[in-house]
């Protein structure tokens, strides 16, 4: 069972290339999320779906994409990296209405130069 | 909004030693709580929940109780071991489908 996988586990980008995080999850959840970490701040919420062809933003959305074109997977797409976005990204899906809490993937250390 | 706040670590502890990590909460509504924890180098893990007031999560020794009177959450351990050396988020699940974390806490544990 794999669970949730994010893909890749590293990446460093220059400042305006464009990349996409990609995340599979093989347990049909219908919640998928993707947060950003950054040192002191906890985890911040950037997009969600609550099912596939649905996404809404969190608190942190400007610089992003996402869709949901399945429901296994959720890419994240960063339009024009910038050094703000050096974070640890993290994607975590749920069953039901997160009553259960999220799976997370192992994450995404990015790094914008 | 809803937020989560915890105690700010790092907490050094010996072995053995009695775990309290702090986490308290603002919603507006009845929401579901939780404590993850994130091992070095991966992603974050369930350890318990509480889905109402005065409910008690507990896994692995850890324990915690929903207290709606004084909006706590507040995690618990009797004697903790070196293992338990990680990172500690309290979290809510809002009125929507967002899980809001606090900041974390760091624990280390001494041999």
């Known amino acids: 069972n794999a669970g949730v996988t994010q893909t890749p586990k590293f990446q460093v980008l220059k400042t305006g290339q464009s990349m996409t995080l990609q995340c599979a999850q093989d347990m049909n959840h219908e919640y998928m999320s993707w947060y950003r970490q950054d040192p002191g701040m906890g985890l911040r919420l950037i997009h969600y779906?609550?099912?596939?062809?649905?996404?809404d933003q969190g608190e942190v959305p400007n610089g992003y994409n996402v869709s949901r074109s399945t429901t296994e997977d959720f890419p994240l797409r960063l339009l024009s990296a910038a050094p703000s976005q050096t974070s640890v990204y993290f994607c975590a899906s749920s069953y039901g209405d997160l009553g259960y809490g999220y799976t997370f993937g192992s994450g995404t250390r990015l790094t914008v130069v | 909004g809803d937020s989560v706040t915890q105690m700010e670590g790092p907490v050094t502890l010996s072995e053995e030693a009695f775990l309290t990590i702090n986490c308290t909460y603002t919603?507006?509504?009845?929401?579901?709580l939780f404590w993850y924890v994130q091992y070095p180098g991966e992603g974050l893990q369930l350890l318990l929940k509480a889905t109402k007031a005065d409910d008690k999560g507990s896994n692995k020794g850890f324990e915690a109780t929903y207290r709606k009177e004084t909006t706590s959450f507040h995690l618990e351990k009797g004697s903790v071991q070196v293992s338990d050396s990680a990172v500690y988020f309290c979290a809510l699940k809002d009125s929507s489908y967002k899980l809001i974390f606090g900041s974390g806490t760091r624990l280390l544990v001494r041999p």
């Open positions: 919603a507006t509504g009845y929401p579901s």
């Open positions: 779906s609550v099912g596939a062809g649905i996404t």
